[in-house]
T-cell receptor, first 114, second 112 residues
Framework: NAGVTQTPKFRILKIGQSMTLQCTQDMNHNYMYWYRQDPGMGLKLIYYSVGAGITDKGEVPNGYNVSRSTTEDFPLRLELAAPSQTSVYFC?????????????FGDGTRLSIL | QKEVEQDPGPLSVPEGAIVSLNCTYSNSAFQYFMWYRQYSRKGPELLMYTYSSGNKEDGRFTAQVDKSSKYISLFIRDSQPSDSATYLCAMTASGGSYIPTFGRGTSLIVHP
C-alpha cells in the first residue's frame, strides 16, 4: 500500500498565483487533514474532513480552501499565494470509523512563494 | 500557556546513550498519547501509541504516561545515529473530535 501520497513534492510560486496541492490515500480512511509546518513551530491544522462531502476549518484556514468529493482525495487550494504561505504542507489521514486512530502522514509538499 | 509543551532542543547525545524526551500538557481530558518520529524532509511516522496512564515498550522504545502530573515521556535505549530525527508528541481527548494536539517537536542528534 502507498499510504498517503502528496504531489508535488516541491513548488515555487509567484505572489498572487494559485495552485492545488494534491493528497490521496488508499487506506479507506474517513478522516483527512491538512497541516502546515514552519521551522520550530510544530504542525498547525489548516482544514480537516471527517468524510466525503464534509470539511471544516482548523487553526489556520485563511487563504486556503479544500474539497472532499471522494474518500480517497483531499486537495488543498491556494487561491492568491502570499509569502506567508511559504511552508511545508503535510496531508494526513486516520480511522476507518469512529474509533480514535493515529494519523498517517504523507511526505509533504515544500512550497515557496516569491 | 500552550496546551502541549515540548522543548525543541536540539538534544545531542553520544551513541549508546539513553535518551529521554518529554511533553507536558494542560488539558486533563487527553486520553490518547502518541509519539511521532520525523526524519529530515519526510512526514511524521507513528512510533508509539498509548491510551491513558502507564508504560508501553516496543524494542528500544518505551512510552510513559503520568496523567496525574500531565507528563509524558519517550525513552530510547542504546540510541543509534539512525535515531537522529525530530520527535513530536501528540494527544487527543476521548469522545468528540479526534483532532490531535501536537507539541512543537524535539530535535535529537545521536553522534557516533
Amino acid at each position: 500500500n502507498a499510504g498517503v501520497t502528496q504531489t508535488p513534492k516541491f513548488r515555487i510560486l509567484k505572489i498572487g498565483q494559485s495552485m492545488t496541492l494534491q493528497c490521496t490515500q488508499d487506506m479507506n480512511h474517513n478522516y483527512m487533514y491538512w497541516y502546515r509546518q514552519d521551522p520550530g513551530m510544530g504542525l498547525k491544522l489548516i482544514y480537516y474532513s471527517v468524510g466525503a462531502g464534509i470539511t471544516d476549518k482548523g487553526e489556520v484556514p485563511n487563504g486556503y480552501n479544500v474539497s472532499r468529493s471522494t474518500t480517497e482525495d483531499f486537495p488543498l487550494r491556494l487561491e492568491l499565494a502570499a509569502p506567508s504561505q511559504t511552508s511545508v504542507y503535510f496531508c494526513a489521514s486516520s480511522g476507518t470509523g469512529n474509533s480514535n486512530q493515529p494519523q498517517h502522514f504523507g511526505d509533504g509538499t515544500r512550497l515557496s512563494i516569491l | 500557556q500552550k496546551e502541549v509543551e515540548q522543548d525543541p532542543g536540539p538534544l545531542s547525545v553520544p551513541e549508546g546513550a539513553i535518551v529521554s524526551l518529554n511533553c507536558t500538557y494542560s488539558n486533563s481530558a487527553f486520553q490518547y498519547f502518541m509519539w511521532y518520529r520525523q526524519y529530515s524532509r519526510k512526514g511524521p511516522e507513528l512510533l508509539m501509541y498509548t491510551y491513558s496512564s502507564g508504560n508501553k515498550e516496543d524494542g528500544r522504545f518505551t512510552a510513559q504516561v503520568d496523567k496525574s502530573s500531565k507528563y509524558i515521556s519517550l525513552f530510547i535505549r542504546d540510541s543509534q545515529p539512525s535515531d537522529s530525527a525530530t520527535y513530536l508528541c501528540a494527544m487527543t481527548a476521548s469522545g468528540g473530535s479526534y483532532i490531535p494536539t501536537f507539541g512543537r517537536g524535539t530535535s535529537l542528534i545521536v553522534h557516533p
